[in-house]
């Protein structure tokens, strides 16, 4: 048997159930997030593509990059951690890659298939 949890829209926009369950389908995967025509799904209580933001709603996207420190010879190795930062009704959320290029191929796909302005503002 399979557990049927809805989708979870973050913030105030909405598709509709048919909008929503097409675009997700079809979207396009980047790690644990996805985007679609209309929607940019994101992952949400560890389950991939669960949640949504409508396109329509988002602002801007950009990358943030973190350095951590590593376990290693008292942390002196330090990794850098990829993040997808997107603003939607004047709030910002963050959200964690694992591989840098993958959010890098995520940001060109928002450059060629949406209007949404990819880079932080100057």
């Not at 399979?2 to 079809?26: C, Q, V, W, Y």
Request: net charge positive.
């Amino acid at each position: 048997k399979h557990m049927i949890f809805p989708m979870k829209a973050i913030g105030e926009g909405r598709l509709s159930p048919e909008d929503l369950k097409t675009d997700r389908k079809n979207c396009i995967h980047y790690e644990e997030t996805g985007l679609g025509k209309k929607a940019l799904f994101l992952h949400f209580l560890g389950i991939g593509r669960m949640a949504y933001i409508p396109l329509s709603s988002i602002d801007r996207v950009y990358k943030r990059l973190c350095v951590s420190k590593g376990f290693f010879e008292e942390g002196k190795i330090y990794g850098s951690l990829s993040y997808l930062v997107i603003c939607f009704e004047g709030r910002e959320k963050a959200f964690r890659f694992l591989r840098e290029e993958n959010l890098d191929a995520l940001l060109d796909a928002f450059r060629v298939k949406t209007d949404i302005p990819v880079g932080k503002k100057n």
